[in-house]
């Protein structure tokens, strides 16, 4: 199956042997009522003609000795639409048969809904008739479901404080309007089924903040740029969430909340229930691979399914800043993640583009690279992209599909400066980014 976002250049994409050339990918395929109409058979007796056999109802008889049996089977029109065809022999002491199907529906004799008349003759010359309706029975109704979700990196809203916050700037500049930020891609956010980020910094008035190199801010009311675009979901799970201490950190979740935003990452995991399927989501700091890690995670997933969770998506902050391969230690911990029950694995942290390794079916996205990313006036590597990968369940079981699109993303608009606008690329620069993410992934498949 090729999937290709309605407006986008997008590519589908199997990480192990489906390349990316310019276009989509193949995926596999993943899978008509039949309504039977009976039409009417009509026996007479030997009595005398009998009723017609207009709905089913008893044909004509002919006369005839003891237990005769007539019928109006004279190979003629009858009905609407419906043809009646028959074998008889007329003579005193014979009998005759005829059966006819009708029109309006398949119904005898050309009554709607089906019909059967039967006739039955004694030694007495009288005829008895029996007619019903017979409707085919309903499909029962399919148990199929797909779930689309997209994912996309790092999206501070906002900056730091201390410095010329350019972020504000360029709200002030479109009239205060949240949605500018994501116009260009919120027909894809609104197109699937669920959208996650990654939320790089609170959204707090609060001025004590940590001691380093750089803290990042945005307004409360800054929540409304995510539930403007289609964004329903965040992992607060990155290492600026807290620059602005407990205070932030708790002014961010109030302000989600006050948007419907759902949010997951640290102390918080959560179940979001989509299409009637229980979507399990938890986030993490890792930086290294060892017991406690593992322990974390390990506990998350089975604490999700627990709940009910029927598919697990995992997103971890992790690996060296502006690394283009993601570190040993990503590896050993993205594929414990899939062996220890999650179905997806996202990740941020390198603020540019890394592979996506195809592990026992599954698939771990190292790195998604900026978003909408407040803290870097100008970044000199825009590359980015929204992952899109599109679940398959069967009586709420996760079929094993891997059904996935990649969506090349510059994270501005404009080429020169960061306008915080990411905006979907097109042609040759589409091209380029598609095939970075294919040789990275092709790097780490091959391992």
């Known amino acids: 199956m090729i999937i290709v976002a309605a407006g986008v250049i997008a ?5 192990s042997g489906c390349s990316l050339i310019g276009g989509a990918g193949v995926a596999p395929d993943v899978g008509a009522p039949i309504v039977e109409a009976s039409g009417g058979d009509s026996y007479g007796a030997d009595s005398t003609p009998s009723l017609d056999a207009a709905a089913g109802s008893p044909g004509s008889g002919c006369a005839g000795a003891d237990a005769g049996i007539g019928g109006n089977g004279d190979g003629g029109i009858d009905g609407d639409g419906g043809i009646a065809s028959g074998i008889g022999n007329d003579a005193e002491g014979g009998n005759a048969s005829g059966i006819g199907s009708g029109g309006d529906g398949g119904a005898g004799d050309g009554a709607a809904g089906g019909g059967f008349g039967a006739g039955f003759g004694a030694d007495f010359g009288a005829g008895f008739g029996v007619g019903e309706s017979e409707a085919a029975e309903p499909e029962p109704p399919s148990t199929i479901v797909t779930l689309t979700i997209s994912a996309a990196g790092d999206v501070t809203l906002g900056g730091d404080p201390r410095y010329s916050n350019s972020f504000v700037r360029e709200f002030n500049k479109h009239e205060q309007d949240h949605s500018v930020f994501l116009r260009n891609v919120k027909h894809i956010f609104d197109d699937d089924d669920l959208t996650i980020v990654n939320l790089e910094g609170p959204l707090t008035d609060a001025t004590p903040h940590l001691d380093k190199g750089y803290v990042f801010r945005g307004p409360p009311h800054f929540a409304k740029i995510l539930s403007s675009s289609g964004v329903d979901a965040v992992t607060l799970a990155n290492n600026h969430i807290k620059d602005f201490l407990a205070q932030g950190y708790q002014d961010t979740i109030e302000a989600l909340e006050a948007e419907g935003i759902s949010y997951f990452g640290n102390e918080f995991s959560t179940i979001m229930e989509i299409k009637g399927i229980k979507v399990g989501l938890f986030g993490l700091l890792v930086w290294y691979d060892g017991k406690d890690n593992r322990d974390r995670i390990t506990a998350a997933i089975k604490d999700l399914q627990t709940k009910g969770a029927q598919l697990v998506v995992a997103y971890y902050h992790w690996g060296d800043e502006l690394a283009r391969t993601p570190g040993a230690y990503q590896k050993a911990i993205g594929r414990f993640t899939i062996d220890s029950g999650a179905d997806l694995v996202l990740g941020a942290h390198a603020h540019v583009i890394q592979g ?3 592990y026992k079916g599954k698939n771990i996205v190292y790195s998604l690279a900026n978003f909408c990313f407040g ?13 899109q990968q599109t679940f398959t369940f069967d009586d709420g079981e996760l079929l094993s599909t891997n059904e996935t699109n990649i969506i090349p993303v510059r994270s501005s608009s404009n080429s020169g400066w960061n306008d915080f606008t990411p905006i ?3 042609g040759d620069e589409a091209e380029r980014i598609l095939q970075r993410i294919q040789e990275y992934s092709d790097q780490l498949n091959q391992r």
Do not use: S, Y
């Open 11 to 15: 590519a589908a994409m199997l990480i």
């Open 356 to 358: 996506i390794e195809e």
């Open 375 to 387: 803290g870097n006036n100008n970044p000199r590597d825009k590359d980015t992209f929204i992952f």
């Open 424 to 426: 979907v690329a097109q």
